[in-house]
């Protein structure tokens, strides 16, 4: 049996990293994706070779009588996944960049996630995980964002996203995701209750051979003071040669490549040099201070990243990942505690470098 991927990220969706409302829900979405590919960015450097029992997708020690007397006639089991437990951190610096009418602004990002797998059945996981990000803006200068002379659009940004996923293996060639989150994003001081979103999401996906999975589905959330959102979601993983893949779900656990792509070059079982590129739409809730019309209101981060990532893997369990690029097509927007828009500002190409680095045990 095609063997499932691990869970790397938190699930179909930390594809968050189309981030749904922060930098946390980006991990949710490619965690989604990770898990509807039948072999990810650990599946293909593992240092030992599986097991017959491994490679089938059945536990060696594990019965599998299907004579249980549960309810869907399964032997039901609670058996944590050999290194399917993960914690992950990670840094990276958006050097400063110009409005278009006056200003500048850097961003300071931080991630950082946990969670474990479980084997429910020889063709079932399931999974939970917690996803942190946090931005700090720095503002230099007035533009056509700021809510009034001196005043910045905002400060510090916390986002929180809880996952919880199920994969299962159909049978040797379909395996179906679905998934639940919770998210908080909103500066420091936002009032937590509106802060909140809710989603959920679906996916198939279809191993052709070990070395090509095509996959879809959907993830749909709440928005802060916006309708709701559906993304369409769509699983590759492509082995194009013994040392080429063609993937989205191959970044740092922290900070998964989400709803972009990349094509990675893999000349041994520890490196990895990739580039890849995706869009980042980060929305928050904004607190209580400065002018009526920026209160509790609204911001808006969106921008596409195209970034070179050199990894390492070891065989402890340790990956570090470094990360820099460019993000273009950079926009920020700021709405009334209504959802309504008071302004926005394109900015120029902002430069970022990122470092991350993660343990799975």
């Not at 072999?39 to 089938?56: F, H, N, T, V, W």
């Not at 905002?154 to 379909?174: C, E, H, K, P, Y």
């Not at 996906?205 to 090509?212: N, V």
């Not at 879809?216 to 916006?226: P, R």
Request: glycine residues 12%; hydrophobic residues 40%.
């Amino acid at each position: 049996m095609i063997e499932h991927l691990h869970l790397d990220r938190t699930c179909l969706g930390l594809i968050v990293a189309t981030s749904l409302t922060g930098a946390a829900s980006a991990d949710a979405l490619a965690l989604l994706l990770e898990r509807g590919s039948p072999s990810g960015s650990e599946a293909m450097i593992d240092q030992d070779p599986p097991s017959d029992g491994e490679a089938s997708g059945t536990p060696v020690d594990a019965e599998t009588d299907s004579d249980s007397g549960s309810p869907l006639g399964w032997n039901i089991m609670f058996e944590r996944i050999e290194r399917g437990t993960h914690a992950s951190l990670g840094y990276l610096h958006e050097f400063g960049t110009d409005f278009g009418d006056g200003g500048s602004v850097s961003v300071d990002r931080a991630f950082g996630s946990i969670g474990t797998e479980l084997r429910f059945h020889p063709e079932v996981t399931g999974s939970v995980a917690l996803a942190w990000g946090g931005d700090w803006y720095r503002f230099k200068g007035d533009s056509e964002l700021s809510p009034a002379p001196g005043v910045t659009p905002w400060n510090s940004v916390q986002a929180v996203t809880a996952i919880g996923l199920s994969n299962w293996q159909l049978d040797q060639r379909w395996s179906m995701n679905l998934g639940l989150r919770i998210g908080f994003a909103g500066e420091t001081q936002a009032r937590f209750s509106d802060s909140l979103t809710f989603g959920g999401n679906a996916a198939l996906s279809y191993a052709f051979s070990e070395k090509l999975s095509i996959g879809g589905g959907v993830l749909l959330s709440s928005q802060i003071e916006d309708s709701i959102l559906a993304i369409p979601v769509v699983i590759v993983y492509w082995q194009v040669t013994d040392t080429v893949v063609v993937s989205n779900v191959l970044g740092p656990e922290a900070y998964p490549t989400g709803a972009g792509l990349e094509i990675a070059w893999r000349p041994d079982r520890i490196s990895e040099v990739s580039i890849g590129s995706r869009y980042e739409v980060r929305r928050f809730r904004l607190d209580d201070t400065g002018p009526a019309n920026r209160s509790e209101g609204v911001g808006e981060d969106s921008g596409l990243p195209i970034w070179l990532r050199s990894t390492w893997r070891f065989s402890n369990g340790i990956r570090m990942d470094i990360v820099g690029g460019v993000s273009l097509f950079n926009e920020y927007r700021l709405d009334d505690r209504n959802g309504n828009r008071i302004s926005n500002a394109d900015l120029d190409p902002a430069a970022f470098i990122a470092g991350f680095v993660s343990w799975r045990f």
